[in-house]
């Protein structure tokens, strides 16, 4: 048997399980809505993270992956994302803007020339099916040469979700 509640201590409870309740229904909002976009990521250097990774920044990016699949939030690629930045459309909940600008080419280093087998097979592996066998075939990730694909074209073409 519970004891009783004295009358001057209800309205007190009352009202913290009133703000217990709606403390934890903003924090379910806000962790439903809330994003993160390429347009608002840099990199420790702070150089725009949608300019893709140098030497040893690879895990920059996988990290931001893990992140955002584990949280379940929204990601939008809505600028500019060239090379390691492609590796964001793993993410379980990304969305384009048709703005967007995706670059692609061979993983590896542009200035000594050397191509990293592993690198290409990791944003290879990033892409849905449609967009994989188009950028293969069309050599894309063969060379250094940036290769660009629209927002646009990546909604209509290889089937991303458009951000709202």
């Not at 048997?1 to 379910?28: E, H, Y």
């Not at 993160?36 to 996988?62: N, Q, T």
Request: aromatic share 10%.
């Amino acid at each position: 048997m519970m004891p009783s509640m004295s009358k001057s201590n209800r309205p007190i409870r009352a009202l913290a399980a009133v703000l217990f309740f709606c403390a934890v229904g903003t924090c379910a909002a806000t962790s439903a809505w809330a994003e993160g976009a390429v347009s608002d990521l840099r990199k420790p250097s702070g150089i725009p993270i949608g300019m893709g990774a140098y030497r040893g920044e690879w895990p920059i990016f996988d990290a931001i992956v893990r992140q955002y699949n584990a949280s379940r939030e929204r990601f939008r690629i809505n600028s500019h994302c060239q090379s390691a930045c492609t590796i964001f459309l793993s993410i379980r909940n990304v969305c384009i803007t048709p703005s967007a600008q995706l670059l692609f080419h061979a993983g590896g280093d542009p200035r000594t020339g050397i191509k990293h087998e592993w690198s290409t097979q990791h944003m290879l592996a990033a892409y849905k099916p449609a967009l994989r066998r188009y950028v293969v075939q069309n050599h894309y990730m063969d060379t250094f040469d940036f290769h660009t694909i629209s927002g646009s074209e990546m909604i209509s073409r290889f089937g991303y979700p458009a951000c709202p």
